[in-house]
């Protein structure tokens, strides 16, 4: 069993380790839209995914020479606020984190495959057996023995394997012709790929400090103990609105090929119906989630992780409508307006870092 300045840096250290992510400088997300645009069985949309593996390839092994970079020289001991642990075991914690991430940008090829060819059950069940997979190796790790560097370790690299295995399952399941090697990838795929693959990085990051830094912050200004009870509660929120994207996430690629072929009738009715369906469902499990999760956490993980209900309501309320505003930006993403949803989403970052900062320390 962990204590809460374990967990509290292995869930800041999940957290931060997100922005690894950005290695893969957009160009698994932006295949989606071009491949859905292309069709499938053309020699072009071979050559997409053959550049995408050499790029996402080399972006992994960027992201692992950055992770080890970013262990040593970072100050994670200042950043954590764990005094019950040494700053040896908390720069490798923090290097398990960055390298599970950084393995994942290469692994992730198969969800964002499996996105394009608008195989949604692919998507969700190997992404939820990915989610499942981290908590599951952490929590038999300490119960075996609660060291944090193990836990972390266990937390990280378990999701890009799953996704990994996916990878190569979906890779293996395309007709022969399509199958990439690096070989078949352009010059100009790759500097197209960079180039459109740079408006969904710059995308990426926005979200990012949009909606996962609050974590970071939480333990930066209160602690690493108080992170925890923070996180528990973006979490069991947060598997409810995960669960429900990836049950939109084939919108993406629908939304792209509608718009390709002209279906503009399709798309306004798709939109419209699954903005609905999905500020229902998430908003009647919140309500359940709000009226019962105190008992439901200290239950899960006992009392010292309590939130209070202030806390839970305002998690109900966020991820209620960030549910619902999900399939908008799907068609975003599809009509490939990622430009569009910068002017939205940075000023939205930065004053979310802002009011964080000011209505935390207060």
Known sequence: ELSRDQYGVLVTLTTAATVVGLADLGVANSLISKVATAGWGTQRTRELLSSAVVLLSAASLLGVAVSIVLSVLLPWPRWLKAPSLSGHELRLAALLALLGVAIGVASSLGQKLELARQRGHAVAGWGALSSLSGP????????????????????????????????????????????????????RDLRE?????????????????SFQVDTLIVSGVLGAAVAAKFSLVVRLFGLVSITMQNAMAQLWAAFAEALAKGDWQWVASALRRWTLIAGVVTGSVSAFLVAFGQPLITTWVGEAFQPSLMLLLAAGVWYSYSAAAAPLSLFYNGAQLQRVQLLAVVPMSIANVLLSLSLTRS
Request: proline fraction near 9%; aromatic fraction near 2%; charge should be positive.
């Open 136 to 187: 599951l190796a952490a929590a038999a790790v300490a119960g075996i023995q609660p060291n944090l560097v193990a836990v972390v370790g266990a937390s990280a690299i378990a999701p890009p394997l799953v996704l990994g295995v996916q990878t190569v399952v979906a890779l293996r399941s395309l007709p022969a012709e399509l199958r990439p090697k690096p070989r078949r990838a352009s010059r």
């Open 193 to 209: 790929a960079l180039s459109s693959g740079g408006s969904f990085m710059c995308l990426s990051l926005a979200t990012f400090i």
